[in-house]
């Protein structure tokens, strides 16, 4: 059995954005796999679920490690989401194929996650502008049960019809009904509950489609270290970092989606790392201007002694 450099180069992009942001799998590896390294459709449908249920664990363990899953909120999920993603392959195959029903469905998703993205960053720059943060994130959240089973039905069956959709059309509909959700517990309960989900649409395809073992195989040689890499960055980092990494991951998919072209794709990554590091910046200069005001104060502190510090900062 042979590999494939491309397929490891893709696998290594992949798995990397999987496990920074939970998003990406379906709706970035399968087109690449259709568009620029010539898998067939089917095949590329089935690989991609195949090699999501390898690296999802290896993501969703590092999450595990460091306390970032919300459990109620996976159990909830995949009460929805398995059986509607083994349903979604029956109801696909029902339709013969439904190749031109899947085009449907991708559009609509496309539209739906850059609506998201685009709701996402009008609600940080409204933010910026009041000069205060978009909302008080907490992970101690109340659970809502009735809508998170819908949201794991419609989940489970879009993934089982397209592959698409197990992060990043979950993921835009726990922002919608949890906002006050941190970012790195968002993504590790997402890539938990799209563990049984894959698995679920995985077995329907492998019983009904076309699963080709060396794509699989090359992909996976990349997408393993690159998950688990990913994973421990977004468990760390602020959500300074992670959320606009979701909306570049967001407008990505949703472009490709809508069949934008690399072009377009290109400048959307210019310009979201561009940004990014611009965010960087700004947000290293706002802490070190921070720390040098402690600093000033606690040096004013030493020299005036606390209580007379105290007596000048609450204005006595």
Not at 1 to 29: H, Q
Not at 143 to 160: D, H, K, L
Not at 203 to 208: A, I, N, R, T, Y
Not at 248 to 275: M, Y
């Amino acid at each position: 059995m042979s590999v494939d450099v491309a397929l490891i180069v893709a696998g290594l992009i992949v798995g990397f954005t999987v496990g920074l942001t939970g998003m990406g799998g379906g709706a970035l590896m399968t087109p690449i796999l259709v568009l620029f390294l010539g898998v067939t459709p089917s095949a590329a449908v089935a690989s991609d679920l195949m090699a999501s249920l390898v690296m999802k664990p290896v993501g969703a363990s590092v999450h595990a490690k460091h306390g970032t899953i919300d459990k109620r909120l996976v159990g909830w999920l995949c009460l929805g989401s398995v059986p509607a993603a083994f349903a979604g392959v029956l109801i696909l195959q029902a339709m013969g194929g439904g190749a031109d029903f899947q085009d449907r469905i991708k559009v609509f998703l496309g539209i739906a996650l850059l609506l998201a993205a685009a709701t996402m960053i009008l609600k940080s720059v409204m933010a910026a502008r009041r000069g205060k943060p978009e909302v008080e994130l907490d992970d101690r959240i109340r659970i809502r049960p009735v809508p998170t089973i819908i949201i794991g039905i419609v989940g489970g069956v879009v993934v089982g019809m397209t592959s698409v959709g197990s992060g990043s059309l979950i993921i835009v509909a726990l922002l919608l009904l949890y906002p006050t959700l941190t970012a790195s517990r968002l993504v590790g309960t997402d890539l938990v509950q799209a563990i049984p989900l894959v698995a679920a649409a995985t077995l329907g395809h492998l019983l009904f489609g076309d699963f080709n073992l060396e794509v699989t195989t090359s992909l996976l040689i990349g997408a393993i270290p690159a998950v688990y890499f990913g994973a421990r960055v977004s468990a760390k980092a602020p959500d300074a970092i992670v959320r606009p990494a979701l909306v570049l991951v967001l407008l990505l998919s949703a472009l490709k989606l809508l069949g934008a072209p690399n072009q377009i794709l290109g400048l959307v990554i210019i310009g979201g790392g561009l940004g990014g590091l611009g965010a960087l910046i700004a947000t290293r200069i706002r802490r070190r201007n921070a720390d040098a005001t402690a600093q000033s104060l606690a040096d004013v502190g030493a020299e005036r002694g606390v209580p007379e510090l105290l007596a000048v900062s609450s204005g006595a």
